[in-house]
């Protein structure tokens, strides 16, 4: 048997490639993947939250700023961004809107709504 008399950084790197196979390389790469594009997700909508206030011309304080890039919750971000265009200030966008029901003549539901 010849030994390899190259150092382990001079030895071409062994690839593990085996997709569907559940190794744990896999598994690991699939997770990062995966966070990095909730993230990159959560990013998105913040930036949009604070693109939309911009373009209305709501001052946005350092607080408010904060707490929106700083949420990681995808579903609240959607919410803000929802309402960034309705908004008489950015404090509104943090007060929790109550349901409303499916009531005909209720604020929000159209005329001949069935409940």
């Known amino acids: 048997m010849i030994a390899d008399e190259r150092t382990i950084a001079e030895q071409p790197a062994m690839v593990n490639y085996f997709p569907g ?18 993230e990159g997700e959560v990013a998105g909508e913040a930036k949009g939250v604070l693109r939309v206030l911009e373009v209305r011309g709501l001052p946005v304080s350092d607080e408010a ?34 349901d409303v029901p499916d009531v005909p003549g209720a604020p929000g539901v159209a005329e001949g709504a069935a409940p």
């Open 21 to 38: 196979r559940g190794t744990v390389m896999e598994r690991a790469y699939l997770e990062g993947k995966a966070e990095g594009k909730a």
């Open 65 to 98: 700023r904060e707490r929106i890039v700083g949420c990681t919750d995808l579903d609240r971000l959607n919410d803000w961004l929802d309402r960034a265009g309705t908004v008489d200030g950015v404090e509104d966008l943090f007060v929790s809107v109550p």
